[in-house]
């Protein structure tokens, strides 16, 4: 597990860096807008979404490396080509081909884990996986922020590309046993632990329970777009792009501390709890008035992004049989870039029309939203089968 800890956390870093640079590469070298940046990132994470089941189902039945191997020349040839393109309208379909041949590294992680992992300690290692993955958020968009300013977006996307194709050339040598099976410390119980109903094969997985907690995680990355676009567009208004990487390191080690904190914790605490507490905490950030303020405001919603996730991918380990986890994980990867597709132009819209503050407004607003709602249905479903555990 140590090795497929350090492949993911190299693996991560140029995919962090990504949004940065390609929001970059649309306001400072396109002259274009953060709507016209928000509608690309909305482009590549929808061919995420529509690729990450259609990844995870291929690691299910081909293996890891067959599943892979497209991902590696697809990358290699679309994220350089980014940076070449001389309108902007051409770079929408390239876009939504990286994103839908994207080297899955959160479902792969996650498989191993659940694979390798007791259920016991399945929590700990998650978050740890999460505070692993802030420690990549805290490298990626300084250094992607660091080539695109001083050198241009188009050097940084070339980088990205090199580097995620040397990630998923270490996956495939590594090629990690993902999946768990009878004996194995990983085998998952194909109950539902709520109550006593059997999850059945082909889409019996689809739950209730499920659907509702892939809309939790596409809120909490709705909040985490929000914050990630506000930071940058209150430091273009403020002209310190240059210190990009001084928030999103505080960000991100907060992130990272929250993890460390969830993973040692002795007890789950509910998503829905998590998504209210994270959106609450994005709000005060609306109130930064220079860099050093920002850096602070955004660490108490920076100290849940971990737990948040981590929450998420717990709960769904629980729910799923281990023989369809590839794909429900895929799924979730596509609820987190849907979130992320919405999130990012209705933000972007909102800074345009008001300023940065409407970035962390938006974000917050729908996260907190989204978990009392969430949490109404909980309680409905409660009085209707008072034996179910709520999520």
């Known amino acids: 597990m140590r090795t497929i800890f350090v492949a993911a956390f190299f693996a ?3 995919m962090m860096a990504l949004p940065l640079v390609l929001t970059l590469l649309v306001t400072e070298g396109m002259g274009g807008s953060y709507k016209q940046a928000g509608l690309l990132a909305t482009c590549e994470t929808i061919g995420a979404a529509i690729g990450a089941p259609w990844r995870g189902r291929r690691i299910d039945r081909k293996g890891l490396r067959r599943a892979i191997v497209p991902s590696i020349v697809v990358t290699a040839l679309v994220v350089p080509a980014l940076g070449l393109v001389p309108t902007y309208y051409a770079l929408l379909p390239l876009a939504f081909l990286a994103g839908l041949f994207l080297i899955p590294i959160h479902t792969i992680v996650r498989l191993a884990l659940t694979a390798q992992v007791e259920e016991s300690r399945r929590r700990t290692a998650f978050a740890a ?18 080539l695109a300013a001083f050198y241009s977006p188009s050097v940084a996307l070339v980088g990205i590309g090199c580097c995620v194709v040397l990630a998923g050339v270490m996956f495939w040598v590594l090629d990690p046993d993902l999946r768990s099976g009878p004996g194995r410390p990983g085998a998952a119980v194909a109950t539902d632990p709520a109550g006593p109903e059997t999850l059945h094969d082909v889409r019996g997985w689809i739950t209730p329970k499920v659907v509702l907690l892939l809309v939790i995680s596409a809120a909490a990355m709705v909040a985490l777009m929000g914050t990630d676009l506000g930071i940058i567009a209150e430091l273009r208004e403020q002209d310190e792009i240059a210190l990009v990487g001084v928030v999103y390191g505080t960000w991100g080690l907060a992130s990272l501390v929250g993890g460390l904190l969830y993973g040692a914790w002795s007890h789950s605490i509910r998503p829905s709890y998590l998504l209210l507490a994270l959106g609450l905490f994005t709000l005060p950030a609306v109130f930064a008035q220079n860099v050093w303020s ?18 998420s991918s717990e ?3 629980r729910l799923v049989p281990p023989h369809r986890l590839g794909e429900a994980m895929g799924w979730q990867g596509t609820a987190f870039t849907m979130g992320g597709a919405l999130g990012a132009p209705l933000a972007g819209a909102a800074m345009d029309a008001s300023g940065a503050w409407a970035g962390f407004a938006v974000g917050g607003v729908a996260a907190t939203v989204v978990a009392l709602g969430a949490m109404g249905v909980v309680v409905w479903q409660t009085r209707r089968s008072p034996a179910s555990t709520p999520i």
């Open 12 to 14: 991560r870093i140029p």
């Open 129 to 146: 996986d999460s505070t692993m993955a802030e420690a990549s958020f805290i490298i990626g968009p300084a250094v992607g922020g660091f």
């Open 294 to 311: 920002l850096a602070l405001l955004v660490i108490p919603a920076g100290a849940l992004c971990a737990p948040s996730l981590t929450a």
């Open 315 to 317: 709960w769904l380990t």
